[in-house]
């Protein structure tokens, strides 16, 4: 995946690299997150996993695990 097919799907399912909220829906770093956006090579793990959201035209919103109004508060020694 390139650093432009990245940054499209991320757009297309309402998310944006330097976010906290997309870091814990993708279970990445904001900082990890940023590099790929920088240019860095994306992770095969982080391309499959977009390239499923996007076929399954998911997003954000259809993760019921995660408590949307306090992602990225975990307190520290979390299940991360």
């Not at 990445?28 to 920088?38: C, D, E, I, K, P």
């Not at 499959?48 to 259809?62: F, I, M, P, Q, V």
């Amino acid at each position: 995946m390139t650093t432009q097919q990245y940054l499209t799907a991320l757009k297309k399912l309402g998310l944006t690299p330097a976010s906290k909220i997309t870091a814990t829906a993708l279970g990445y770093s904001v900082r990890n997150l940023q590099r790929f956006a920088a240019g860095a090579p994306v992770s095969a793990r982080l391309a499959l996993l977009l390239e499923s959201l996007l076929e399954r035209k998911a997003s954000y919103a259809d993760t019921p695990d995660i408590d949307h109004r306090h992602a990225g508060n975990r307190a520290p020694g979390g299940d991360r």
